[in-house]
């Protein structure tokens, strides 16, 4: 009986050990047609891994959220740092600077007003509007993975697509940097303004300058490598030893992965330089023009491709709105971040080129990884509300996936028209 009841245990783990790995196949797949089906029609491919999530706990109960839940923190952070990682890589660096001012005001006026938007709209509702200042942070970033519905067509300028990628990345940045010091001075007890502005230029400034040095570094030895597959893998591991010391000594972990990927990508910026400081041709051909980044970004989309398709199968494997008022919250929030986005873009773009495209950058609004990865930070910390937030935010990044497409293509197609 003894060998009986060992072999039924065994079995029942490595019949659970199938099913995980059978699901983890499945979500893959989903997860590349779901890009497929996006590159084709322009419809959000979070909205299918979500629902796919939806299937697979709340309606088939196939699997358990808690199996997960463990992994949510690790997950989120891996997803931040490969997300910024991979925008720093991507880009010109001489037209980034060119647009950087307009991209940086309109990520300050809309992490502003959505601030305003979360403290008004949770303190009308009877929450403390400290805690609706932090949902606010919460839900700030826009994705710039819907990009790919406005490069498809025709009728945009180049100039509001690189806007809306840079817009977006600043977006992130402040959004993790400020989510990240308000918590952390909230649970100390110290949440005045002041010191939560000192905290993030330091975590800002540590975090810039390593990411700048070991990139520097890392690229001269790089120029060295002939063997790109090890390259790729390394390069990984390094940049999670650069999140690692940053966090470390107070720094900023997601933007030296940001700045990280940056010099990774000008190579071509930072010989030019050097050619400027008279150094020798030979030791900048050695040493800097020689390395290209553009088989590392292949590699890094790649692993970017499965986080995403994780992290939102996660949305929807913890998607359970047990108050119905939660989803009407979340409607509603979603349309008020949508007009605090149309005024940022708005005052950003005023006698600049831009400002005939401010509604088409305005409509995209949609919402993404970072606002389910700071649910489950905001759950971490344990501070009240931390349900409600996490499936109110689940709902806005539906909503405004949903509103995202549908204005891009009514706006382009006005622009269209116009021309």
Not at 221 to 228: F, T, Y
Not at 284 to 297: D, H, S, T
Not at 325 to 346: D, H
Not at 367 to 379: D, S
Request: glycine share 8%; hydrophobic share 55%.
């Amino acid at each position: 009986m003894e060998h009986l009841s060992r072999f039924r245990k065994e079995y029942t783990l490595s019949n659970g050990i199938a099913v995980g790995l059978l699901l983890v196949g499945l979500f893959i797949v989903a997860g590349f047609l779901s890009n497929y089906q996006f590159m084709r029609t322009g419809f959000p491919s979070i909205l299918f891994l979500i629902f796919l999530g939806f299937l697979v706990s709340p309606i088939f109960n196939v699997a358990k959220p808690e199996v997960v839940t463990g992994l949510a923190p690790y997950l989120a952070d891996v997803a931040t740092i490969l997300i910024l990682f991979e925008a720093g890589l991507t880009g010109n660096i001489q037209r980034r600077f060119r647009e950087m001012p307009r991209a940086l005001l309109a990520s300050i006026w809309h992490l502003v007003l959505c601030i305003v938007v979360g403290a008004l709209f949770m303190g009308g509702i009877g929450i403390d509007p400290l805690y609706g200042i932090m949902f606010g942070i919460m839900v700030s970033s826009n994705s710039a993975a819907v990009l790919a519905i406005i490069q498809r067509s025709n009728k945009v300028r180049e100039e509001a697509v690189l806007a809306i990628r840079l817009e977006s990345t600043f977006n992130n940045i402040f959004q993790i940097a400020t989510f990240l010091a308000l918590a952390k001075a909230i649970s100390i007890g110290n949440w005045a303004p002041f010191a939560v502005l000192q905290s993030m230029l330091i975590r800002f400034g540590l975090g810039g300058v390593i990411g700048f040095i070991v990139g520097v570094c890392w690229l001269i030895i790089l120029s060295r490598i002939r063997d790109e597959a090890s390259v790729s893998i390394v390069t990984l591991a390094i940049l999670f030893i650069i999140y690692y010391i940053s966090e470390s000594v107070g720094g900023d972990g997601a933007f030296a992965s940001l700045l990280f990927g940056i010099v990774l990508a000008s190579q071509k910026e930072i010989g030019s330089f050097l050619r400027r400081r008279n150094v020798n041709d030979d030791v900048i051909n050695e040493y800097v023009v020689r390395f290209k980044p553009e088989f590392l970004v292949k590699f890094e989309s790649e692993i970017c491709f499965l986080v995403r398709t994780f992290f939102f199968v996660y949305i929807g494997l913890f998607l359970n709105v047990t108050d119905p008022m939660w989803m009407v919250y979340g409607v509603l929030i979603s349309l008020l971040l949508f007009s605090a986005r149309i005024i940022a873009i708005r005052l950003a773009t005023i006698r600049s080129p831009l400002q005939q495209e401010h509604y088409l950058i305005s409509s995209v609004l949609a919402r993404g990884i970072n606002e389910a990865a700071l649910t489950v930070v905001f759950l971490n910390y344990g501070f009240p509300y931390g349900l409600m937030f996490q499936n109110i935010a689940f709902i806005v990044i539906i909503i405004t996936n949903i509103l995202t497409p549908i204005g891009v293509y009514l706006f382009t197609n006005k622009r269209g028209k116009k021309q």
